[in-house]
């Protein structure tokens, strides 16, 4: 069976102010983090520029660069959401690993 899926993207925001960007995590629907994007350890474009140097980064990758705190465990059947403002929300399921 083939399925048709609309998409929005892949795309790359070149107008984005990532000092006013919020990165907001949610787990089921409900806020887990809320930060601001560019206040991390390692800003973005440090945090690929170093780790292109030791791979290579492909379209359709996406790099997650941790959290402030800790997370909950995922378990099968949650959805996990990332929005980061000016962007949009990257929404993907847990599947358990078959084994």
């Known amino acids: ?7 929005d993207g892949p795309w790359i925001e070149t107008d984005l102010d990532l000092d006013a960007a919020q990165t907001i995590v949610r787990l089921n629907g409900s806020e887990k983090l809320r930060f601001r994007t560019n206040h991390m350890v390692y800003g973005v474009a440090t945090f690929i520029s170093r ?3 030791y791979m290579t980064l492909y379209p359709g990758d996406v790099v997650w660069m941790g959290t402030e705190g800790t997370s909950e ?4 059947g949650d959805t996990v959401e990332i929005e980061i403002t000016g ?4 929404r993907n399921p847990v599947i358990r690993e078959r084994g």
């Open 1 to 7: 069976m083939l399925r048709h899926l609309q998409a």
């Open 51 to 53: 780790m292109s140097k």
């Open 73 to 76: 465990n995922l378990k099968h």
């Open 87 to 90: 962007i949009g929300v990257l």
